[in-house]
C-alpha cells in the first residue's frame, strides 16, 4: 500500500530541517516578532514533532509484524518445511500476518489524514489572523482618510490667505469674483491664483511672498493630483480584495468544519475559543470511521493502541474523501492567500516610488503638510508588512502543501 506522508518526503524532510535551523534573529532585515518565522516556524516545528512521533508509534507496532513475516516467508521457501501440517501452519500465520499490517497500515493512513486536516485547520485560524491585520492596516491608513485633502490647494493655510487677498484684489480692481467651481479644482485654482498674483496688484515684494508662499502648494498639488488619486483608489481596491480574501477564509472553514460535524461559524469559533471542541470532534469521527468507541478519542485523540476493530469500509471511504476534500481546499487556499500578498506587495511598491517621485519635495518641504510625510511612512510600514509579517515565501508556501497534501512514495 503506498502511504501519504510527508514525512518520508526527502524534499521536505530537508525543509523542516532547515528550517528548525534558521537563525531566531531576524528574516530579511525584519525583526523575528514581525516576520513569518515568528508565525510559521513554531508551526512547523510542531507539525514535525507530531509527525516524527507517529511514524515511530508506527514503526514500532509494524516492524515486529513485518520481521515475523519475513522469517515466515524465508522459513515458506524451504522446501523441508512444505509438509501439509508445517505448511498450512505457515500459510496461516503469513495471511494473518498480512491482514494485520494491511488493517495497521489503514489506520496509520486516516490518522495521517486526520492529523494533516487539524494542520489545515491551524493554517486558515493563522491566515485569518493575517487577513484581519491586512483589513485592520488597510483600513485605518492615512492614504485612505487624507488623499483628497493632500491633493486639492484650497486644504491648505497658505494658499487659503493667499486666495483671500487675491479674490479681494480682483473683486475691487476687476469686480470678479472666483467661480464655485475653481475651488473644487485644482488645476482652475491654481490658473485663478497665478493670473491673480499677476494682475491683483500690490507691492512687489508682496506679491513675491504671496508667490512663494504659494507656489510650492501649486507645484505640489498639481503635480501629485493624479499620482495621489491612484494610491487612493488603487488602495481601496485592495482592501476591497482582502475583505473577499476573508470571507472566501470564513467560507472555506465553514465547508472544512462541516466535514466532522462542526457547524460554528470561524468568527463565533474564534471568539469563543471553541477550537479544542473541534478537534473532539475530529478525534471522534476518526474513531468512528475505525470502528472504535467515541470514548477512545477523548483520550486525546490518540488512536494507536492495538488493531482497530473491523471499521465500515463505506463509512472510511466517505471520511477518507471528506478529510482530503478540506485538505486539498486549504492547499489552494494558501496559494491564493500568497497571490494575494505578492500583489499587495507590488502595489505597495509602486505607492512608495510614487510617493517619493515629488521632485521638489527638499525645496518645498517647509510647506508640505504632515500628513504627505505621515503618508510615506504608512506607505513604507505597509510594504514592510508585506514583505516580512505577512508573506509567505516560495519555498516555505510550496512545503506547506506538501506537507497538506503529503507525499506518495513508492
Sequence with gaps: MK?????????????????????????????????????????????YSELDQLEREHADQTEPLRM???????????????????????????IQLEETIDGIEQEHEIKLLKLRYRKSIEIIKMLYEKVLSMDHHLSSLKAQQGLSNLSNPHNYPEFKAAKVTIEDRMKKKFNFQMP??????????AAFSIVGLALGGGEDKEKRE????????????????????????????????????KK???????????QVGYTIPLVSCRDGDDWERLYFMLDNYVAKA?????NTAMTGGNLSSGVPSAPDPRILTRATTNLQFSIDRVGLFIEKYSNFVSHGGEYYKKFSKIANSYENEKACSSVLPDQFKQLKNDIDETLDKFNSAYKMPEVQGSKLKDMLYGTSID
Design 248 to 258: 472566501e477564509c470564513e467560507a472555506l472553514f465553514s465547508d472544512c468544519a462541516r
Design 210 to 245: 504671496n508667490i512663494d508662499k504659494i507656489a510650492c502648494v501649486l507645484d505640489f498639488t498639481v503635480r501629485m493630483h493624479n499620482d495621489l488619486n491612484v494610491i487612493y483608489y488603487e488602495t481601496g481596491y485592495l482592501r476591497d480584495a482582502n475583505l473577499t480574501l
Design 3 to 47: 502511504t501519504q506522508t510527508f514525512l518520508r518526503s526527502a524534499r521536505l524532510f530537508i525543509a523542516l530541517t532547515l528550517l528548525s535551523q534558521t537563525p531566531a534573529l531576524a528574516y530579511n532585515g525584519f525583526p523575528l516578532q514581525d516576520s513569518v518565522l515568528h508565525w510559521i516556524k513554531p508551526w512547523i516545528e510542531t507539525a
Design 290 to 294: 475505525l470502528g472504535e468507541t467515541a
Design 68 to 94: 515475523r513475516l519475513y522469517d515466515v516467508d524465508k522459513t515458506l521457501a524451504d522446501p523441508r518445511n512444505r509438509t501439509p501440517e508445517c505448511g498450512f501452519q505457515l500459510l496461516w500465520e503469513k
Design 180 to 189: 464655485a467651481l475653481f475651488q473644487t479644482n485644482p488645476f482652475l485654482s
